[in-house]
């Protein structure tokens, strides 16, 4: 089996679509099942080599979002001799954009059936970048868009249930399937958090909150700071560490310094996920997620998977990872409502030990190696060499496929 995937991210960029991709390129690997990746190539890249198995192509910047890359569309079709060579068994498009006209045409002169994971969830974040637009057209904008997308696909695979609704809801008529990204087992292991808090000067005794993540509006991490700002009160000792870079760094700070903040939030910008990530994972009391547009919400896991308790709002895909708590707390919608939970966690060691102990054993639950399992499956059904899982329809478990 060869899978094609296609994607306009990719590391050195850093979001849950790039671990994703990797994460499951290396447990299909274990299945000798053989991926090969189309992505965009980066500035940063210069003079790093990918291997055989990745192909960089020429993009463009996009002036909106410095981060992001625009693939051009005929270096993707000079890849095509090449493929025909090692012709692939289907096409999996892994983002919505140029990854996705150009998966389709390359299927079609394959003849190769063409899948896609669902990763965005457009609809609710989409007016932070076109802010001229009402919300309202914006949302029927994006219903049409995925819409359009997905019914032209052979299947799509989404990260939760929460998402199979929403794709039906817009009239998505398409195969749906669950599939959430599992964790590789070196995110459970190393890390020291007492090295962390040495290196960026955050002493012992500080109760220590961390987000991981895209420094991105639709993160929702302003609704923290309103948070922090009603904590610090009760545990003065509180401190905010965000992780991660993006378009709304210069607005939270700003909002930071408006709230009194100053010595209770730090903006540390990206860490090596390999080794610096691990030990801020290890470093904090409590991760802390307020994003309401996650497909999945993997960066919860990670956390979990190191022992760090969770306290985040059960959203749209945070609801699987979320229910029945364990290793983790959900938070109510409104910031004194979350700061409730967090002053009494901190405030109870015993509590924290036993969520740190929980979280663990439920991220394990999670393994790439199963998930990768079920993603062969699902490649064999469209493929036609072995048979697949049903379809999952609205409101079956998300163990069905």
Not at 122 to 148: D, K
Request: proline share 6%; glycine share 8%.
């Amino acid at each position: 089996m060869h899978s094609l995937m296609i994607s306009d991210v990719f590391f050195p960029r850093i979001n849950g679509v790039s671990t994703s991709i990797e994460s499951f390129r290396e447990a299909l690997a274990a299945l000798h099942i053989r991926t090969s990746l189309i992505a965009p190539r980066y500035p940063a890249q210069q003079g790093r080599a990918d291997g055989p198995t990745i192909h960089r192509v020429g993009s463009l910047p996009l002036p909106f979002d410095p981060e992001d890359r625009l693939m051009r569309r005929r270096f993707i079709r000079e890849l095509l001799p090449l493929l025909r060579e090692d012709r692939p068994d289907l096409v999996h498009v892994q983002t919505p954009f140029a990854a996705h006209y150009a998966g389709l045409e390359l299927a079609q002169a394959l003849g190769v059936p063409c899948i896609a994971s669902y990763h965005t969830y457009f609809e609710e974040y989409l007016f932070h970048y076109i802010p001229l637009l009402p919300r309202n057209l914006l949302r029927r904008l994006a219903r049409n868009f995925s819409r359009g997308q997905c019914n032209a696909l052979d299947g799509i695979i989404v990260p939760s249930r929460a998402m199979v609704e929403t794709l039906e809801g817009y009239g998505v008529t398409a195969a749906l399937h669950v599939l959430p990204t599992g964790l590789a087992e070196s995110r459970f292991v190393g890390g020291c958090g007492d090295f962390f808090r040495l290196r960026y000067g955050i002493a012992a005794h500080r109760k220590m909150l961390l987000y991981v993540g895209r420094v991105a509006f639709e993160k929702n991490i302003g609704f923290l700071l309103e948070m922090l700002a009603r904590l610090k009160d009760d545990q003065p000792q509180a401190l905010l560490v965000v992780t991660g870079e993006g378009p709304a760094l210069r607005a939270l700070q700003e909002q930071a310094s408006a709230l009194g903040l100053d010595g209770f939030v730090r903006f540390i910008g990206y860490l090596d996920r390999h080794t610096e990530l691990h030990d801020c994972y290890r470093a904090a009391d409590v991760f802390v997620f307020a994003s309401r547009t996650e497909t999945q919400g993997l960066v919860l896991l990670e956390a979990m998977a190191l022992g760090t308790p969770a306290v985040a709002l059960a959203e749209m895909g945070t609801c699987d990872i979320l229910e029945g708590e364990k290793g983790c707390r959900i938070a109510p919608a409104d910031a004194e409502g979350f700061a409730r939970v967090i002053a009494r966690l901190l405030d109870d060691p015993a509590t924290l030990q036993r969520l740190s102990a929980e979280a663990r054993e439920h991220a394990r639950s999670w393994s790439a190696g199963s998930m990768a399992r079920r993603l062969a499956s699902l490649y064999g059904m469209w493929t036609g060499t072995s048979p697949g899982p049903l379809r999952l329809g609205k409101g079956a478990p998300a163990d069905a496929t």
